[in-house]
Each structure stands twice: as structure tokens, then as C-alpha cells.
């Protein structure tokens, strides 16, 4: 059996020793003993999902190994949890642990008592630097750094200083910007819809500069993005308003430059609730007037689209597609009434009119054809066995009948009064194999 030398570093720290370092001490200990050597380069010690740390459990159960030995502590484990299961995997195989630098033995009791001690604090050391990282994002933030994620449409990232601290700002893309300030213009008269947006830009050929289609959760989510505005005192009061956190005096909203929005603790992270959301004035510029910023805004804010409902409110729903263009029929609810729309219409894929399908009577209409057809089904008990071979075969043959009478539901959105008589004649002929199935 061997001895063996496990070591970890999550990232590099010029304060920190490195992973041979670690190796070369672990070595000195081992007195001369066969050595192997796991070692994790660049995985954290809150949890156990790291490769070699594995493949050194993998061995120590094939009984490889009888002796661990590491730098220090907190390189094998820094959760009190994940310690207990491996100190209690490391005493089941009979495989002794020592930490290099403190001195532990698991070998004699002193040294296991130590051991679980000193772990509580290694977890306390990790919890304490989680909540150093989150405070200092916080702050960090507030103070209008760059905080990393995707660049927004209509603007290019350039490196710049901010209180002495090296970090990044927007640049306006002049292109870009010019397809932001279209659509906000669009969606500014009265009428226009998210809709009418898609089909203007379609028809002007405003596309995309990144080469993504633009469709209306897009431009929603992009004019309500305060990333553009040019953020005076109106825009200040109308977040006041709206119960958001401004990281701002008023003297700062000066017309110029935009603002970044910010999760707040225990928030709601949609962009339409605002209560407890962080406004914080940005480095780089803003170019859409506060006013045509604050006219699409507010009409986004009372913009109380109809609710789609959850599957569970209809049965049908992802089973109804759409005769034209074969998307899926939506279930919609307003003023207390659900009606199927298509989901292709949404972004321009599907412009044959339909009528009106209420929900209600269409469910009424599906649930009388089935019943119909159920109660003409007789199930007879079987009087004689059937090998499993033979069962298989008949339940195989009853669902494909069962697919086939689905499918034939489906198509009752699509038929005229000539293929509902076929789609009749279809399932009565499929349910008498079915009956013919079950009399078996």
C-alpha cells in the first residue's frame, strides 16, 4: 500500500503556496514511503467535485492507501460535512491522516479531536471570504464599476479608472445606438405596440447587428434597460416613485450619463417590479432624451400584457396547433375569458387570420367527443393467461392506437365539416381495434 500526498489551489495568489510547494513538504513527511500525488489545480474546497480528490477516494476504497497527507487542512476539505463523510471513509478502510504544517494524526484521539476543531474554523474562514466577495460586489457597484456580464446592444466596452481603480465603462457603437433610438422612437407614438415595433424594423430591414432576430421579450427587456437613458431629475423621481434604491444624490442625475440597475437583497428580479431595485448613475453616456425614455417606460409599466395560462388551467395546451403555421396554440386570459392564440403570430411567422376559440367551449367540445368514444368501449376480463411476450405486444398495439386518436384530436382545430367526418370515421375504426385489443 502507498502513501498519499494530496494538494489543492483554487487560484493563483502570490501570498499563497504553490501546489509543489505543497508536494515537497507532504514528501518530508512521508519519511521515504511510496508515494502517489493527487493534485487539484484551480477547484475551491467547499465541496468535493474535483477530479483527482476522487480518484484518490476511487483508490483508498480498492485499498491503495493507508496513509493521506497534506500542506494543511483547509487543501483537503472546508466544509464540516464533506470532512465528517471522509474522515469517516478514511476510518472504515483504516487509512491514517496527517496535516503537514499543524500537525495532526488522526492516528491518535488528541489528534482526531483537533481535527474536527480546527474544521469548524476553516468552514468559518470560507463562509467569511463568501461574505467579503458579496459585500464588496455590493459596494463595488454602488460606486458605478463595471461588474462584468454581456455588453448591452448599442454600446463597446474600453477600460478607464474610477477612484484610482483600474476597471471598464461603455462606449457608445454609433451603429447599434442608432437601431436603439429607432425602436424607442417606434414604441413612442400612442398606438404602437411591441408587434408593430417588430414589423416596422422588419419592413425597414432594421436588423440586428450582432446577427440575432429581434423579437418583442428583446425590445421589452431593452427599453426597460436605464443602460440608454440620458438620466436627469425626472428620471430620478420616477424610480423614486417606483420604490427603487437610489445609490445617488439628485444633483447627479445631470442629463448626461446613463444608469446601471442593480438586484437588490431579497428582490424581485423581473425588470417590471422596481421596489428595492438599486439605481447607480454609470460612467459612460447616455442617448435617449430622459423624455422619450420616460414616454416608452411607463407604457411598458402599464403595459398589462394578457396572462398566458399555466398548462394546468387547460388540458390542451401544447396539444392545439395552429392550422396555418403550425405552432403551438397558446391559451391567453383576458376579462375572464380564455381563448387559444397562435404563438407564431408573436414575431411575424404566422398572419392568416383565425377566428376566436374559446378555451371553455373548445374544452367542452373535446371532452364530449372522448367521452363518446369511451363509453363505447367495453373492457372484458380476460379468462385465459397470455405469456409476456404476448402482453407486450397487445399494450405496445393499444398505445400506438391510443397515439393515433391523439393525433386525430389534434387535427380537429384544423378540419373543415368534410375531414371531421373522416377524423370520425378514423377513430371509431381505431377504437374498435382497441376494443378488439382488450377482448383478448
Known sequence: MKVAIYARKSVFREDSISIESQIEMCRYEARGAETVVYQDNGFSGKNTDRPDFQRMMTDIRAKRINKVIVYKLDRISRSILDFSEMMDEFQKYKVD???????????????????????????????????????????????????????????????????GV??????VNPVEANDIKRIYSLYSRPSATLGDVIREISQDSCINNRGKNWNTARISELMRSPIYVMADVNVYSFYKQQGANLCNQIEDFD?????????????????????????????HNGFIPSDLWLTCRKKLLGNHQVKTCKAKNSYLAGKVKCGCCGYAMTVKKSKNKRYFVCSGRAN???NTPMPTIYADKFEKLIEERISEKLSDIVIKPKTESVNNNEIIRLKTNVLEIEHSIDILIDKLTQADSTTLLYINQKIKRLDTEKQNFYSR
Not at 166 to 171: A, G, R, V
Open 166 to 171: 483600474k476597471t471598464s465603462m461603455y462606449e
Open 348 to 350: 411575424k411567422l404566422c
Open 255 to 283: 442629463g448626461i450619463h446613463g444608469c446601471y440597475l442593480f438586484s437588490g437583497e431579497n428582490t424581485n428580479r423581473k425588470t417590471w417590479d422596481l421596489k428595492g431595485q438599486n439605481v447607480v448613475i454609470a460612467p
Open 97 to 163: 491522516f496527517i496535516s503537514a504544517t499543524e500537525r495532526f494524526d488522526t492516528s491518535s484521539p488528541m489528534g482526531r479531536a483537533m481535527l474536527n476543531i480546527c474544521i469548524v474554523f476553516a468552514q468559518l474562514e470560507r463562509e467569511t471570504i463568501q461574505q467579503r466577495v458579496a459585500d464588496a460586489y455590493s459596494s463595488r457597484s454602488r460606486r458605478g464599476f463595471y461588474m462584468g456580464g454581456k455588453i448591452p446592444y448599442g454600446f463597446t466596452k474600453k477600460p478607464t479608472v474610477i477612484d
